[in-house]
């Protein structure tokens, strides 16, 4: 199988890393940690070399109003519940253009089959995880 195309630019991880500084702000001493691209990558808030906080960070270019949900995939979201089993706190957080919001993993959700058509890149379809809005807690 080909090497699956790499979609991520270098705004989006600048971007990235500004909703992570809003964020680890309110951990003074936090020490911040991006995992490997490869795989699932999550950034973690570690204290004194233990890692206590995993994050998954998504930027939006729409307000948090324009849909009812907030989509993940599924394999990402399944990582954050294995890690929370392991006694990490874990979330989801999201810059929309209108506010910064963060949801505690696991969290009430709807599975289905979804993700994005505009790429005509068939690996972008697959099982996705849809969250209610409204259980994002603004920051």
């Not at 691209?37 to 808030?45: C, P, Q, R, S």
């Not at 969290?107 to 068939?122: F, L, N, S």
């Amino acid at each position: 199988m080909a090497a699956r195309p790499r979609y991520e630019t270098a705004e989006d991880r600048a971007n990235e890393y500004a909703v992570m500084a809003k964020f680890s702000a309110l951990f003074p001493g936090a020490e911040v940690t991006r995992l490997s691209d490869e795989g699932h990558a999550f950034t973690v808030l570690s204290k004194r070399g233990k890692a206590k906080v995993a994050v998954e960070i998504k930027t939006r270019r729409n307000a948090s109003y324009a849909y009812p949900t907030f989509m993940i995939s599924k394999s990402k979201y399944d990582a954050l519940c294995q890690l929370q089993s392991r006694g990490m706190h874990t979330g989801i957080l999201v810059q929309w253009t209108d506010r910064l919001g963060f949801v505690t993993v696991p969290v009430e959700h709807q599975t289905k089959v979804g993700g994005r058509y505009d790429r005509g890149d068939a690996r972008d379809i697959e099982t996705v995880v849809h969250i209610p809005v409204k259980k994002f807690e603004t920051i």
